[in-house]
């Protein structure tokens, strides 16, 4: 069995995945507000989940990722700063752990099922704004971890970063609504414009094959692809070529997915303990 953590700025996901990569049993809990308090929680999940052996698994935290030491740095949505992730879990669940950005983990997912493109960019779109590029089915970890909240653009005359107007927050805080609540097409195409004035960077920079929308936005593409589609082609030129744009396939649980997949390619002869 493999585990993933999905730690989220609301709520904490944890799932067992089989050799297969199958989901066999999840469960959640609030994030709490501080590491410690954290700790002790996922331990307790824990010690009541129905597998206890792992060969190995994973943590994403939407944070900035010093790698090299397994901690998380800086965060976007929680008030967490230089944690030792990767070690304090691995004590808890008996196994080896990889640690990555949640995006990343999620783009890594969405692209494992994207065989057909090479250059693979997922944006999720929630309470804030993630990105990642997965190119043959690998993170590139030189794609920074800050996402939307590093990506600073002109908007009403101001530079503001892309994700203090553009995200799922935003959203909510201009218009009054959550995207599932939304109807009106004008607003749609009003969201779809400040959506691609970050996009067509990252298109101009990573030249992918592909955008995957994901997130809690994401679930609600149908009801304005078209219009992104239609905006980001206004900024068609030779040197640009707009990829194909699609909707994430497991919206909901992209991130754990991510985790089985990063655990499988970073420890590839992990046994299951006895």
């Known amino acids: ?69 397994g901690r998380g740095i800086k965060f976007g949505n929680l008030k967490w700063s ?3 992730a990767q070690y304090d879990v691995q004590k808890i669940f008996d196994c080896p752990m990889a640690i990555e950005n949640d995006a990343k983990l999620a783009g890594l997912s969405e692209a494992m099922l994207l ?41 009403r005359g101001k530079l503001m970063s892309w994700e203090d107007f553009a995200s799922g927050r935003a959203i ?5 609504q959550r995207a599932a609540d939304i109807t009106d097409d004008d607003i749609w195409k009003a969201i779809c414009r400040d959506l691609a004035q970050g996009l067509i960077q990252l298109i101009a920079v990573m030249q992918p094959d592909v955008i995957v929308i994901g997130g809690s936005v994401g679930t609600h593409f149908r009801k304005y692809s078209k219009y992104l589609k239609a905006e980001l082609q206004k900024y ?6 707009i990829p194909d744009l699609k909707q994430a396939q497991r919206p909901e649980e992209a991130v754990v997915y991510g985790c089985y997949d990063l655990a499988k390619q970073v420890y590839p002869h992990a046994a299951a303990h006895h």
Do not use: C, W
């Open 1 to 69: 069995m493999y585990v993933g953590v999905d730690v989220g700025g609301t709520k904490t996901l944890v799932a067992v995945l089989d050799d297969h990569g199958v989901i066999k049993e999840s469960k959640k809990f609030p994030t709490p507000k501080t590491y410690d308090h954290f700790l002790l929680e996922l331990k307790h999940l824990a010690v009541h989940l129905e597998h206890q052996e792992f060969r190995a698994g994973a943590i994403a935290l939407p944070a900035n990722i010093d790698r090299q030491h």
């Open 82 to 84: 230089n944690v030792n």
């Open 115 to 155: 065989k057909q493109y090479e250059r693979v960019l997922y944006v999720t779109v929630s309470t804030g704004i993630g990105y990642a590029l997965i190119k043959n089915g690998t993170i590139d970890t030189n794609v920074g971890d800050g996402g939307g909240r590093a990506l600073m653009l002109e908007h």
């Open 172 to 176: 909510v805080e201009r218009y009054g």
């Open 236 to 241: 068609h030129l030779p040197m640009v070529k």
